[in-house]
């Protein structure tokens, strides 16, 4: 039996409303799988930018610890530096007080006597020869030889051993510096300085080695 005209509008508004359907869930289904696309790449996007923004400050902290350690190597560096240059300083200061002091020393006859004693005695056992020469200023020959024949005899007893001194007055120390002797063996090879002047020196020595 052949479909009257109204039997074929509703079977056309029926398969149209059936097609309107399937179409729009087709079209839920495409926003629900493009929402979760996006989803899934805007979260792989960010975890990506965190990582990198991490990353990032992870290299700025680095470089301002190193840029830290490296101020703070520098100015320790400048620390010491000044603690050096203080030192020395003080080192210098003290030797030219020293050296004005030692310039005193010789202008008190008895107290050089006694001091010139001691710096004989000294050269005479460090060497331990039978015959010496002695070396010092001009003016402090007829001092020295007081000095010499006082401690020949402490020198014999001490050691067993007899000495011969004799100044050599042909090649005396400058008369510029402060005072002492400087002793010599038999052919002059040997030689023990005892200058106020070389005393010095070791004692300055001394207390830089004990400062460092």
């Known amino acids: 039996m052949a479909l009257s005209d109204a039997d074929v509008r509703k079977q056309i508004k029926h398969m149209m409303a059936f097609i309107e359907q399937e179409a729009a869930e087709k079209v839920e289904e495409i926003d629900a799988k493009a929402e979760e696309e996006f989803n899934i790449e805007k979260g792989r996007l960010v975890q990506t930018q965190r990582v990198k923004i991490m990353e990032y400050y992870e290299k700025k902290e680095k470089q301002i610890e190193q840029h830290k350690k490296i ?39 008895d107290n050089y006597s006694v001091l010139l004693q001691g710096l004989l005695l000294q050269g005479f056992y460090q060497l331990l020869e039978s015959k010496v020469t002695v070396r010092c ?76």
């Open 71 to 109: 101020q703070m190597s520098h100015l320790l560096n400048q620390a010491r530096l000044k603690v050096l240059k203080a030192r020395d300083d003080m080192i210098m200061d003290l030797v030219k007080e020293a050296q004005q002091r030692l310039a005193d020393i010789a202008k008190d006859p």
């Open 137 to 212: 200023r001009p003016q402090d020959v007829e001092l020295v030889q007081a000095a010499i024949n006082k401690v020949i005899p402490i020198y014999k007893e001490s050691v067993n051993i007899n000495i011969l001194v004799k100044i050599d007055e042909q090649r005396f120390l400058p008369s510029d510096i402060c005072g002492g002797v400087e002793v010599y063996n038999d052919n002059g090879k040997i030689k023990v300085t005892n200058t106020l002047e070389r005393r010095l020196e070791l004692i300055t020595q001394q207390v830089v080695s004990i400062m460092l």
